[in-house]
C-alpha cells in the first residue's frame, strides 16, 4: 500500500460500522489492515439488500483495502495467532462490549505488556464504566442523546437521522485519536489506550445545540427545517418545487434580496440584520416564498449561485453523486473491481490508493497465519 500511513500495521477487530469505517480511512491512506472476524464473518456482510454480485454493500461500504482472517478466538491455535497479531501491530483497534476480550488476554493491559508501543482503540456505545453493559447501536444514542428529540416536523414524530450518523462520528473520532497517539509515540516510545464512544461523539457533534445548553442554559427542540439562529436557512418552495436558501450573514441577505428584486427589503428594520430576521420570520418567509413562486427552483438556483447566495436543490444520492462529478470531484473511485465512494481527503504528494476490494471472509487466512507463524 502507499500514502502517508504507508508501513503502519492495523489488527481491525472491529465489526458492523464504527470500527470498519475507521480503519478503512487508515487503509486508504496507506496503512495495511488486516481484518479479523469471527467464523461466521461480520455482521454486515448479512446486511442486505442491496446487494452487488450476492454480497452485502453495506459491507462493502467500508471494508475495502483490507485483508480478512478467520479466528475462532475459543481456540487456541486461532487465539495464539490472534495475540501474535497483536504483537506485531502498530494499532489495534476493537469495538467489543468493554471488557469482552480481556478473558482472552487481548484487552489494552494484557497486549500492552508483550507490545508497549501499540496505540490501542477501543470503540464502544456508552463508554467502559456504568454504560459499559449496554449494546452500542447508533439508533440507541441518537434517541438516548437529543438527536432525535431536533428531528422531524415540530407537531409530529422524532425521527432518526436516515444514516448511523454517530457510528460514523465516533469511526472519524477514532481515527483522529489513533493519529495523535501515533504522533505521541514517536516522542514518549509508548503507545496508549484510545477509548471513543458513541454517546460522547454524539454530544459534542450536536454542536451548536450542545453548546446552547450547556453554555446558554437553553433546551432546544425540534423546528423541522428550520434553524433556531438563522432565516431564511431551509428549503422555501418555487414554481416547481423546493430551494434550499441560505443567508448566514448580513451581505448574503443582501444578495439574495439583490437576484430577487427585493432590495427594499435590507433597509426594512425587521429584516436587516440577522437577528431581526430571525425574530421576524413569520413575516418575511411569505414574502420570499411570493417571489419564489415566479420562477423554477432550476433557474433560481442557477442565478443565486453566481451571485454569490447559499442555496441548493434537495437531490436523491444519485443527484448528489451527479453533481459531485459535474464539479470534478470524481466521488466514485474503483477499488479491485468494486466501485466505491471516495476517500474525502485530498494530499498534496501522498493520495489516497484503492489496491483491494472489500474481502472475502477468510479470503486472506492462509497467508496470514503463515507470516504470523514465520
Known amino acids: ?73 475459543k481456540d487456541p491455535d486461532d487465539l495464539a495467532a490472534a495475540r501474535e497479531l497483536a504483537r506485531r501491530a502498530d494499532v489495534l483497534i476493537e469495538n467489543f462490549r468493554p471488557g469482552g476480550l480481556t478473558r482472552f488476554g487481548l484487552d489494552y493491559d494484557s497486549v500492552a505488556a508483550l507490545n508497549p508501543r501499540l496505540v490501542y482503540a477501543s470503540i464502544s456505545g456508552f463508554g467502559s464504566g456504568a454504560g459499559a453493559s449496554m449494546p452500542g447501536y447508533d439508533l440507541m444514542v441518537q434517541a438516548i442523546s437529543g438527536l432525535m428529540s431536533l428531528t422531524g416536523d415540530p407537531d409530529g414524530s422524532p425521527y432518526r437521522a436516515g444514516i448511523s450518523v454517530f457510528d460514523v462520528m465516533a469511526g472519524m473520532h477514532a481515527s483522529i485519536g489513533i493519529l495523535a497517539a501515533l504522533h505521541h509515540r514517536t516522542t514518549g516510545g509508548r503507545g496508549q489506550h484510545v477509548e471513543v464512544n458513541l454517546l460522547s461523539s454524539a454530544l459534542s457533534g450536536l454542536v451548536n445545540h450542545s453548546s446552547g445548553y450547556v453554555a446558554g442554559d437553553t433546551i432546544p427542540y425540534r423546528m423541522g427545517n428550520a434553524h433556531p439562529s438563522l432565516f431564511p436557512y431551509e428549503p422555501l418552495p418555487t414554481a416547481d418545487g423546493e430551494l434550499i436558501v441560505i443567508a448566514g450573514n448580513d451581505g448574503q441577505f443582501a444578495k439574495l434580496c439583490a437576484v430577487l428584486g427585493l432590495p427594499g427589503l435590507v433597509a426594512d428594520p425587521r429584516f436587516g440584520r440577522n437577528q431581526d430576521r430571525t425574530a421576524n420570520r413569520e413575516q418575511l418567509r411569505p414574502i420570499l416564498v411570493e417571489r419564489l413562486a415566479t420562477r423554477t427552483k432550476d433557474e433560481w438556483f442557477r442565478d443565486l449561485i453566481a451571485a454569490g447566495v447559499p442555496c441548493a436543490p434537495i437531490n436523491t444520492v444519485n443527484g448528489g453523486f451527479a453533481y459531485a462529478a459535474e464539479l470534478g470531484l470524481e466521488p466514485v473511485i474503483d477499488a479491485g473491481g468494486i466501485p466505491s465512494t471516495r476517500n474525502p481527503i485530498t494530499f498534496s504528494a501522498t493520495p489516497p490508493s484503492y489496491e483491494l476490494p472489500p474481502p472475502g471472509l477468510n479470503e486472506h487466512g492462509e497467508e496470514i497465519r503463515a507470516w504470523l507463524l514465520s
Open 1 to 73: 500500500m502507499t500514502g502517508p500511513l504507508a508501513g503502519l500495521l492495523v489488527a481491525d477487530f472491529s465489526r458492523i460500522l464504527a470500527g470498519p469505517y475507521a480503519t478503512m480511512l487508515l487503509a486508504d491512506l496507506g496503512a495495511q489492515v488486516i481484518k479479523v472476524e469471527g467464523p461466521g464473518g461480520d455482521d454486515t456482510r448479512t446486511w442486505m439488500p442491496p446487494v452487488r454480485d450476492g454480497v452485502s454493500t453495506y459491507y462493502l461500504g467500508v471494508n475495502r483495502n483490507k485483508r480478512s482472517i478467520a479466528l475462532d478466538l
